[in-house]
């Protein structure tokens, strides 16, 4: 399919938003859920209208004025990633939504671009569905991908919302190597017996007074360690989607539908002391 590049060098959006304060719904790692998503939506209050014929947006908003963050990877392995997309873009245009890229965002980014990327690790299954819409839908795809931030400072410095993780001396700055932790996270460069990338487990050393909450590694559950939240708990895996509020700090999940991908590794399952309880649908 014909694809536009993007500009090079084009400018990230501001990271620093210390000035808002929300409240916010944190969502984790999507991965073309759109059931779930929806379902977590209404668990959380919103009012969500059923999707438009075509290739039309989607629209949620909640009563209250709360806004949703998500927290990246969007798409990918999952089987419903345009319907995803859809949604994630009316929101973000209308205003109920702020979004962080991840790296499954960052590589179909690479892909609407009209870059060379490996179709693989579930981009297969997206990009299967873009072959099915317009341009002008997939021009607007990578622009929505194009305004995510790498990572959000948020209400007075007191809350950090990223993918995979930040060092708190990165806090408020920009750069390859700030992008590459924000997205990848603590990654060694070495792979193990699954051909997985080794991360190490950067949050055990954060000493920050920020409260960071990011997804990217798959949890049994949502694991709270030194005031870093992981709300990735593996809905593509068929776990479940999880979202955090802000500033309550309440967990709020929904079981996924059905097992839409065996994960490579085993989800990680956090020791007992450090798993926030969640209120389930």
């Known amino acids: 399919m014909a694809r536009r590049r993007a500009e090079a060098g084009a400018a990230r959006p501001p990271v620093d938003r210390r000035d808002d304060a929300g409240p916010f719904d944190i969502i984790g790692d999507i991965h073309g859920c759109f059931d779930e998503l929806v379902s977590l939506l209404k668990t959380l209050g919103y009012e969500v209208d059923p999707l438009p014929p075509g290739e039309g947006l989607g629209a949620a908003r909640h009563p209250d ?7 990246g990877d969007l798409t990918d ?25 991840g790296n499954h965002d960052d590589k179909l980014r690479r892909y609407l671009a009209g870059n060379p990327v490996v179709l693989n690790q579930g981009l297969d299954l997206t990009a299967a569905e873009l072959e099915r819409t317009s341009q002008t839908f997939r021009d607007a795809a990578l622009r929505l991908i194009e305004g995510m931030a790498d990572y959000l400072w948020l209400d007075g410095g007191e809350l950090m919302v990223v993918h995979a993780g930040l060092r708190e001396e990165m806090f408020g700055t920009t750069s390859g190597e700030v992008r590459r932790f924000a997205l990848y996270g603590d990654v060694t460069g070495e792979v193990d017996e699954n051909g997985m990338p080794v991360r190490g487990d ?14 990217h590694t798959p949890m049994t559950r949502v694991r709270s360690v030194n005031r870093a939240i992981c709300i990735d708990t593996g809905c593509v895996f068929g776990n479940a989607l999880s979202a955090i509020t802000w500033p309550e700090t309440r967990v709020v999940s929904v079981p996924a539908a059905e097992r839409y991908r065996v994960a490579r590794r085993p989800l990680e399952v956090p020791d ?3 798993i926030l309880p969640a209120e389930t649908a």
Do not use: H
Not at 77 to 101: E, F, H, I, K, Q
Not at 202 to 215: H, P
């Open 65 to 71: 004025g709360r806004r949703v963050i998500f927290v």
């Open 77 to 101: 392995r999952g089987p419903r990633n345009v319907d995803v997309l859809r949604l994630a873009m009316g929101m973000v245009a209308s205003g109920t939504a702020l979004a962080v890229c």
């Open 202 to 215: 950067w949050a055990r050393d954060y000493r920050g007074e920020a409260t960071i909450v990011y997804g």
């Open 272 to 274: 007992t002391a450090e």
